[in-house]
C-alpha cells in the first residue's frame, strides 16, 4: 500500500472515531517582511504527520510510513523520541491495523 492511501486510510479512521487531530505543515514556511516574501527552513522539520489531543489533554503524534521499507529521517526520529519522553504519545503506523489499535488507543 502507498504511504499517501494509509495516510488518507488515517484520516478517515481518525474522522470517524471523533478524535482531535492536525496535519502538520510541510515544507519551507513563507513570510512576508515588509511586503517581500521570504522563504525559510520549516523550524518543524521531521515532526509526525499527524498530532491532537487525548486524555484531558495530553498529546498525541503519529508519523505514517508504508511498510517496513519506509524510512525515519534522523530528524522524525528526534522528534519521536523527544515527544515521547516528554509524555507524548509518538508513534510510527506502517499498515491499517496498526492504524486501528492506535485510534481506539487515543479516541474519546
Do not use: C
Not at 495516510?7 to 514556511?29: D, E, H, I, N
Not at 491532537?52 to 522524525?76: C, D, N, V, Y
Request: glycine share 10%; net charge positive; no cysteine.
Amino acid at each position: 500500500m502507498k504511504e499517501s492511501e494509509l495516510a488518507s486510510y488515517a484520516v478517515t479512521r481518525f474522522k470517524q472515531a471523533g478524535v482531535f487531530w492536525y496535519r502538520m505543515p510541510l515544507g519551507a514556511v513563507m513570510h512576508s517582511i515588509g511586503g517581500k516574501v521570504v522563504r525559510k527552513k520549516n523550524p518543524l522539520k521531521g515532526f509526525p504527520d499527524y498530532a491532537g489531543l487525548f486524555q484531558k489533554g495530553r498529546m498525541w503524534a503519529a508519523e505514517i510510513k508504508a511498510g517496513k521499507a519506509g524510512k525515519l529521517s534522523p530528524e522524525q526520529v528526534d522528534w519521536i523520541t523527544r515527544l515521547n519522553h516528554a509524555g507524548a504519545m509518538a508513534v510510527v503506523l506502517r499498515t491499517r491495523e496498526e492504524i486501528d489499535s492506535f485510534v481506539e488507543a487515543i479516541k474519546n
